[in-house]
Structure formats: structure tokens, C-alpha cells
Nanobody, 124 residues
Framework: QVQLVESGGGLVQAGGSLRLSCAAS????????MAWFRQAPGKEREFVAG????????YYADSVKGRFTISRDNAKNTVYLQMNSLKPEDTAVYYC?????????????????WGQGTQVTVSS
């Protein structure tokens, strides 16, 4: 069982930055592929970024490529999402997800564990 706790959300003006963190419980964190998803009101949950267990491979949605960076610190059981040049359309609840395996999926239903989410609001 893995428990995920996100933090770092908030209100920021367009063009600003935020860093989200996701702390995981357990002693096998490096064996999990991790990802960030987001869900805006009235919309489906969508993939934002993912990272392999070792951190060697990263993946991004086209909408955030070049602005967001996913990283992980396996010694701290934590995955991060650095968000720069934020836009109003980035406003959503951001969720951290974990899958025990080497594949980073873009489909939410393939992830085994989820955090409670953290709200990110970008004002224009």
C-alpha cells in the first residue's frame, strides 16, 4: 500500500511559478512510476507529466512541455512538479499518482494509487 500526499498548490498570477510536491509512504518508492494529472471543473482528468522509477525518463503533455518539469528524489520518497509560465488554463486540481512498474501511463485508470489533490488557480 502506498499513500500519497500532495502539497504546494495555491493562487498565482499568470506568468508565475509554483512547485508541487508529492510525498509517498513505503520503502519501495523507486519501483514506482509516478505521474501528475490534473482535473478542471467539468473536464476529465488529464495527464500532465510522468517519470520513471529511476528518474531517467520523463514524459509531458504537449500543453505543458517546456513550462513544467517533473523530477523525483527517491531518497526522500518525493516527486515534484515545477510549473513555470503558468496560464489561466492551467487552473485545476492537481493529483499525484503511482503505478508499480516501469511504464509511465497517460491513462488515469491504470494507476494504482492517488493522492487527495491540491488546487492550483492561475489568475489572469
Amino acid at each position: 500500500q502506498v499513500q500519497l500526499v500532495e502539497s504546494g498548490g495555491g493562487l498565482v498570477q499568470a506568468g508565475g511559478s509554483l512547485r508541487l510536491s508529492c510525498a509517498a509512504s513505503g520503502r519501495t518508492f523507486s519501483s514506482y512510476a509516478m505521474a501528475w494529472f490534473r482535473q478542471a471543473p467539468g473536464k476529465e482528468r488529464e495527464f500532465v507529466a510522468g517519470i520513471s522509477g529511476s528518474g531517467a525518463s520523463t514524459y509531458y503533455a504537449d500543453s505543458v512541455k517546456g513550462r513544467f518539469t517533473i523530477s523525483r528524489d527517491n531518497a526522500k520518497n518525493t516527486v515534484y512538479l515545477q510549473m513555470n509560465s503558468l496560464k489561466p488554463e492551467d487552473t485545476a486540481v492537481y493529483y499525484c499518482a503511482a503505478d508499480r512498474g516501469v511504464v509511465v501511463y497517460v491513462t488515469p485508470k491504470l494507476y494504482d494509487y492517488w493522492g487527495q489533490g491540491t488546487q492550483v488557480t492561475v489568475s489572469s
